[in-house]
């Protein structure tokens, strides 16, 4: 645990958050290990947004720090064949955050998995357009705002009505996504990190042909 980091990263201490990240990667910490620091020091951002102690330069901050550090880290996006299968995401419509999502893609693809990004602000239509080009067995739908989980619902529920549910899972993830949203949602699973994503998958696409 790196309380310095997740310390270093609330404080939007970028020196402090690159001189620790550092260190961590000379003492071989593993890399989604420094990501999860970040991600800690990213939430407390939030809330000191939310209790207006930061405005929404400290936010747009908070991002230019993360990408800087996750640079830093790299070892991420060593590229392995794609032995897994496709695997398409987005970030769901009115939703323009894209860190975890990308965080995601780079962790899929190198842990052998095609992953088609559909960037951010992803319309329902784009993912149906997605599912029947790539037919792929599981997508991943992010979201860092609670004012679109009626989105992905919504999103969620036009797949399925589509004919379009039947082999495929659907994942979500982002920041204040949780048991209740997937119920919500209609999801089949929540992950909370990359390396549950993985995990999952790869559970699921094991054994699939490509
Ligand atoms: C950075 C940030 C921004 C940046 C985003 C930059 C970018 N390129 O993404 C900017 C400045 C653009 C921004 C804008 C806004 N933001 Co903002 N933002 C954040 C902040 C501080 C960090 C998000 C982040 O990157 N975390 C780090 C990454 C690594 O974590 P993560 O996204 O959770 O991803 C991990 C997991 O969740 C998971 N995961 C993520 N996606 C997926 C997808 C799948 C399929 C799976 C399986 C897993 C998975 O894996 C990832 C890796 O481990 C959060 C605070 C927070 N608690 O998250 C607020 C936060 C999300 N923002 C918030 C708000 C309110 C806004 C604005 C509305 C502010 C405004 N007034 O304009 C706008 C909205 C713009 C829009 N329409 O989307 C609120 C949302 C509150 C709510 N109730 O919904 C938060 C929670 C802050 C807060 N506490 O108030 N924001």
Same mark, same amino acid.
């Given at each position: 645990?790196?309380?310095?980091?997740?310390?270093?990263?609330?404080?939007?201490?970028?020196?402090?958050?690159?001189?620790?990240?550092?260190? *961590?990667?000379?003492?071989?910490?593993?890399?989604?290990?420094?990501?999860?620091?970040?991600?800690? =020091?990213?939430?407390?951002? =939030?809330?000191?947004?939310?209790?207006?102690? $930061?405005? *929404?330069?400290?936010?747009?901050? +908070?991002?230019?720090?993360?990408?800087?550090?996750?640079?830093?880290?790299? &070892?991420?996006?060593?590229?392995? #064949?794609?032995?897994?299968?496709? /695997?398409?995401?987005?970030?769901? $419509?009115?939703?323009?955050?894209?860190?975890?999502?990308?965080?995601?893609?780079?962790?899929?693809?190198?842990? &052998?998995?095609?992953?088609?990004?559909? =960037?951010?602000?992803?319309?329902? +239509?784009? $993912?149906?357009?997605?599912?029947?080009? $790539?037919?792929?067995?599981?997508?991943?739908?992010? !979201?860092? *705002?609670?004012? !679109? /989980?009626?989105?992905?619902?919504?999103?969620?529920?036009?797949?399925? #009505? @589509?004919?379009?549910?039947?082999?495929?899972?659907?994942?979500?993830?982002?920041?204040?996504?949780?048991?209740?949203?997937?119920?919500?949602?209609?999801?089949?699973?929540? !992950?909370?990190?990359?390396?549950?994503?993985?995990?999952? !998958?790869?559970?699921?696409?094991? &054994? @699939?042909?490509?």
């Amino acid at each position: 645990m790196s309380k310095k980091l997740v310390d270093a990263m609330a404080n939007l201490d970028e020196d402090m958050v690159l001189s620790e990240v550092k260190r *961590l990667k000379e003492v071989g910490t593993a890399p989604l290990e420094i990501i999860g620091y970040l991600q800690e =020091g990213m939430s407390i951002v =939030g809330k000191k947004f939310e209790e207006k102690e $930061y405005f *929404l330069s400290e936010l747009i901050m +908070s991002a230019e720090v993360f990408n800087e550090a996750s640079q830093l880290i790299g &070892g991420l996006d060593q590229s392995t #064949d794609s032995k897994y299968g496709k /695997f398409v995401i987005g970030t769901i $419509y009115d939703d323009i955050h894209d860190i975890g999502k990308n965080i995601v893609s780079t962790v899929m693809r190198s842990n &052998g998995f095609e992953v088609i990004d559909l =960037g951010v602000d992803v319309p329902t +239509s784009k $993912y149906i357009e997605a599912i029947k080009k $790539y037919k792929p067995k599981v997508i991943g739908i992010s !979201c860092l *705002l609670t004012t !679109c /989980f009626n989105n992905i619902r919504e999103c969620i529920k036009t797949i399925e #009505d @589509a004919g379009l549910r039947k082999d495929l899972k659907i994942l979500i993830g982002g920041g204040p996504v949780d048991e209740a949203t997937g119920k919500y949602a209609n999801a089949d699973m929540v !992950c909370k990190d990359a390396q549950q994503t993985v995990d999952f !998958c790869k559970e699921i696409m094991g &054994g @699939a042909a490509k």
